[in-house]
């Protein structure tokens, strides 16, 4: 039977850790879940993960996840630069890549092309990649066309100096969602139209800052009817500098000159390089026949 020591224990209430030590373990796995979720989706997005020779082939047969086909092509592109001769072995599929329906596949796709200026193929596909529908892909065509010293994408690659022009897909009443200085990357949302009570967005395809709207907010615009302009991100300049440095043409050196004279919000390497790019062209001019 039960002495009296153990019917007071079994009154007694039971002892539960300090209310201070409580909160300190909540704070504790607070602060874990802080640092892990970031890293779970750093990992899972990072391009720079190594990945093996199966998984790479994998992600190019199963075709399910784009941001796997998208790390998969990166992969490719490194061991291209390191000059690997056993990434031929996907060469099938990287070309098979460039009329992948997914817009972000093609824009990677044809820069991972222009990593191996030695393959016929691969010239081929980037020269129909100048036509398409997306202006990164048509960009990023033109820029490792000069891998190729092939200046087809010329026109693509001067237009990159130049403010892009963002069209109205359908007709209806506008509400804009940026202003003027605001930077824009490929995907982001720059406004609505209502048709109808019914809302579509219009989102960038290009990176740039608002430069200026073309219409005013809640005013009725045309299905094709330029609506803003974008002026051109420094990474895009850059890109179009270099590429012109090699294929640039004297008809080109007002657009250039424009930052070499330093532009708005743009480092001083974009001048340096505008610079350089326009003494190579002239240096090419006074050469030429």
Request: no cysteine; proline share 7%.
């Amino acid at each position: 039977m039960p002495n009296d020591d153990t019917r007071q224990a079994a009154r007694e209430p039971k002892r539960r850790a300090p209310l201070g030590a409580r909160w300190m373990f909540a704070i504790l796995i607070l602060a874990f879940l802080f640092v892990l979720m970031p890293f779970l989706f750093w990992n899972a997005t990072w391009f720079g993960r190594p990945m093996s020779d199966a998984q790479i082939s994998q992600a190019l047969v199963e075709r399910s996840h784009p941001r796997e086909i998208q790390h998969a092509l990166t992969q490719i592109e490194s061991r291209m630069e390191a000059r690997d001769p056993g990434v031929i072995r996907w060469y099938p599929q990287v070309l098979a890549l460039a009329s992948d329906p997914m817009d972000e596949i093609r824009v990677t796709d044809a820069w991972v092309m222009g990593q191996d200026n030695k393959n016929p193929g691969f010239r081929d596909a980037l020269i129909k990649l100048l036509n398409d529908r997306n202006p990164m892909v048509q960009r990023n065509a033109a820029l490792s066309l000069v891998r190729f010293d092939d200046d087809s994408g010329h026109g693509q690659i001067v237009d990159m100096l130049r403010p892009y022009g963002i069209e109205a897909p359908l007709a209806g009443r506008i509400e804009t969602r940026l202003k003027p200085g605001d930077t824009v990357n490929p995907g982001t949302l720059l406004a609505h139209i209502d048709v109808g009570g019914q809302s579509r967005e219009v989102r960038s395809q290009v990176p740039g800052t608002v430069e200026n709207w073309l219409v005013p907010d809640g005013s009725t615009v045309s299905a094709g009817q330029r609506i803003a302009l974008l002026a051109p991100s420094e990474s895009m300049v850059w890109e179009a500098l270099r590429a012109l440095y090699l294929v640039g043409h004297v008809a080109d050196l007002p657009d250039i000159q424009r930052f070499a004279r330093g532009a708005d919000g743009m480092s001083s390497q974009i001048a340096q390089q505008a610079q350089y790019t326009s003494a190579a062209i002239r240096a090419r001019s006074t050469s030429s026949p």
